[in-house]
């Protein structure tokens, strides 16, 4: 509310009428204003018709101060005028050597692209810029959809062949984003792998390239697309924070570059790697959208205007969606040995925890006993299910609970009828080896008969079963991407062919079966990125679920993605790196996402048991503050012995504190946490869910909380707690 007001304030003062345009062309200037209630972004026209990006920063009001592009002239033989310039779209042409936005070869070999403006068209909240060749009909719009109250611009490119003759691309980037000039630039970026996903890191901008990047077909666990820039100094509250992310699921590559005349720019969208995408006159190639924001107040804020953004106008049914119910998962308790009566045996136990929605992972289908057989053969396993998964189904659903089930789609076993049948399907280069990992390959989803396969196997089992929810898995990285098939010139295509194909069978499975959700997975967090969002409701965040090591793995995946798509689990312990948690301290982990339970509930103890059955009640009261809420970091597992995260209700109402105690030396007791985003005057009822709280009054005034801060009693290894409050 605050924000959507503040911005029509700000536009209303620039424009000097009262039309809230978040989109304005100055004719006279030749100017485009972009404004929103968190910054400003101005381009403007050169004298040669070259669009130059020209501010990004806090919002502007007064359209007076902006000044015309003016001519810039050339430093010395070594360094035109156009590596001054912040060309908006960089085609690769004439004097440029930084990193172009665009880079074409004609069928003749010539390769420069000199890109010019042509015209530009406003449409409410986008604007789309038309450029083209200085000479040919290589045609480019630059598109731009601006979200004035979440501070957010999306860009994205067309490239069109208007021209005769075929050329091909060889680099398409999504946009260029520069910061203000300077130096003393900070990146902030998520890397890690598999089962370490999403860590964190800070470095200092120095002059050169440091890429951010897939080359393996799927998003990756190695690096997430997703960045953020600041001056050095900012915080989780304070300082600028330039920030954006990329909204693609296969090869992609955000490079941030400074030049040696002190600009900072980060160039993002399709991987270069290995790319080559050939246009016939008429054809067309659109890149993904690269979502870009500045924060005024810091990494928390950053973070929040994404979670609005990919709440509000990502995930596939905005804000109607449901929040995330309460999950249960066999996979680490059962792994490939399911069958009806043990499954449903842990779905009693789950029902009585308060389970809403049961999912049956790996192990049902084809001959899949382990890792080796199975993948591609889509049918119920009569071994294990002899009458189908109907009797299973009906008895989930009649406990209470919807019904989710496991598939991996894209990959084959060759131990699999389906290879047998279609050893081509794969993709390959003749001739050969074809790497299998984990025992498997994959499938060659470029190809519209393995497309329509896929679609057609995944819409019988929607079709004949009451399945809820797919937990949609991708497990090995792409190998001899070969596409023997099609022409030499295209073979290279298949690296964007894959991922359009996997997103039209997820549309269109969603569009028949409209209630149907999805779960991202690609063993863990190999597929977490705004592509997949718009047609998931959740990410498989890792496959490491032991709590300690999530706290750093969650962290890092909230800067980029809100709480409501972080599918965290309670499993038993020891887990896989030995450690042991208590049960109170696992579920509080997870109670900062989307809960699930994926432990061996046949081996749970009546004390874990009833515990459990507590902590499920409590995350229902408090799961819309964390899904939907404003999260705030407040101390960091990287940097403290503590981690505490605090949510507030959107409308205030209630806001819940989250602290863990990883250990303590010498009897020293764990730090004052002072909250955040609370209302000053107001007072708020306090409710500490285990008494580990010092305060002992159970009102508690918002100056208070945020100023004089809380103390707990968090003395043992792995201690946690809960604070509930409620605005009263
Ligand atoms: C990898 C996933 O990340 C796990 O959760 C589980 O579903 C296995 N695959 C099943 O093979």
Redesign the pocket.
């Known amino acids: 509310m605050f924000r959507a007001a503040l911005w029509l304030l700000l536009v209303c003062f620039g424009a000097c009428s009262l039309s809230a345009q978040a989109i304005r062309y100055l004719p006279e200037k030749r100017l485009w204003v972009i404004t929103t209630s968190q910054n400003s972004y101005v381009m403007g026209l050169g004298p040669q018709g070259q669009l130059e990006h020209i501010y990004w920063d806090a919002p502007l009001w007064r359209t007076e101060d902006l000044q015309a592009v003016t001519a810039k002239r050339d430093i010395s033989s070594f360094d035109p005028h156009q590596m001054l310039e912040n060309e908006e779209f960089p085609g690769w042409g004439g004097p440029l050597y930084d990193e172009p936005a665009l880079k074409i070869t004609r069928s003749n070999g010539d390769r420069d692209l000199v890109l010019r403006y042509v015209s530009h068209h406003i449409d409410g909240d986008q604007l789309d810029i038309q450029l083209k060749d200085i000479h040919d009909a290589v045609n480019v719009t630059l598109h731009y959809r601006v979200y004035p109250t979440m501070g957010i611009l999306s860009r994205w490119a067309t490239i069109a062949n208007g021209t005769k003759q075929d050329f091909t691309i060889v680099s398409a980037q999504s946009a260029a984003w520069y910061m203000p000039p300077g130096t003393g630039y900070r990146l902030s970026y998520l890397s890690g792998r598999w089962a370490a996903e999403t860590q964190l890191n800070r470095e200092p901008i120095h002059e050169g390239i440091k890429v951010l990047e897939s080359r393996e077909g799927h998003t990756s666990h190695n690096f997430n697309p997703w960045f953020a820039i600041d001056d050095g100094s900012a915080t989780e509250q304070n300082g600028r924070v330039w920030f954006g992310a990329l909204a693609w699921s296969g090869n992609w590559r955000i490079s941030v570059e400074q030049t040696p005349y002190r600009q900072v720019r980060v160039t993002g969208g399709l991987n270069p790697f290995d790319f080559s995408y050939h246009l016939k006159p008429g054809e067309s190639l659109t890149t993904p959208q690269f979502y870009g924001g500045v924060a005024q107040h810091g990494f928390g804020e950053a973070s929040r205007l994404l979670h609005d953004l990919e709440r509000a106008d990502i995930e596939p049914h905005g804000l109607k969606a449901r929040v995330r119910p309460v999950l249960y998962?066999s996979?680490e308790a059962t792994t490939f040995h399911v069958n009806e009566e043990g499954q449903k045996a842990l779905a009693d136990k789950a029902a009585k925890l308060g389970v809403e929605l049961f999912v049956m992972?790996?192990g049902w289908f084809g001959a899949r006993n382990d890792?080796h057989a199975g993948l591609g053969d889509w049918t119920v396993n009569r071994q294990k299910f002899p009458n189908g998964l109907a009797p299973l189904i009906a008895y989930v659903n009649h406990l209470g609970m919807d019904f989710g089930l496991?598939v991996?789609p894209e990959m084959v076993n060759p131990n699999s009828d389906l290879y047998r049948a279609h050893p081509d399907w794969v993709m390959n280069f003749p001739g050969r080896p074809r790497s299998e990992l984990r025992n498997q390959l994959v499938l060659n989803l470029a190809r519209d008969d393995v497309k329509e396969y896929i679609y057609g196997a995944l819409d019988k089992l929607a079709t004949e079963y009451n399945i809820r929810y797919f937990?949609w898995?991708m497990?090995r990285t792409f190998s001899e991407p070969g596409w023997p098939e099609v022409a030499p010139e295209d073979q290279q295509k298949l690296w964007v062919k894959y991922v359009d194909n996997l997103y039209d069978i997820i549309d269109r499975l969603r569009a028949k079966h409209p209630n149907l959700e999805i779960e991202s997975?690609s063993?863990?967090g190999g597929r977490v990125d705004l592509g997949i969002l718009r047609r998931v409701e959740e990410f498989?965040t890792s496959?490491n679920t032991e709590a300690f090591d999530r706290l750093r793995i969650q962290e890092g995946f909230s800067q980029a993605y809100s709480a409501k798509f972080m599918s965290a689990w309670v499993t038993d312990v020891p887990n896989m790196n030995h450690r042991s948690t208590p049960l109170q301290y696992r579920f509080l982990v997870a109670m900062q996402g989307a809960l699930g339970i994926g432990a061996n509930l046949n081996k749970w103890t009546e004390e874990d048991t009833q515990l459990a059955t507590k902590m499920v009640a409590i995350d229902k009261r408090i799961r819309n503050t964390v899904q939907l809420g404003d999260l705030y970091r407040i101390l960091s597992p990287r940097t403290n012995d503590t981690t505490a995260n605090e949510y507030v209700a959107r409308n205030g109402d209630q806001a819940v504190l989250f602290a863990f105690r990883h250990s303590q030396q010498y009897n020293t007791p764990p730090p004052t946490i002072y909250l955040r985003g609370l209302d000053e005057h107001a007072v708020y009822h306090v409710e500490s869910i285990d008494g580990k709280l010092v305060e002992k009054s159970e009102a508690l005034s918002g100056a208070y909380l945020m100023h004089h801060g809380l103390d707990f009693k968090l003395t043992d290894d792995f201690d946690s707690t809960l604070v509930i409050l409620k605005k009263q």
């Open positions: 998962n996979w992972d790996d890792d496991w991996e937990k898995d497990n997975c063993g863990g498989w496959d």
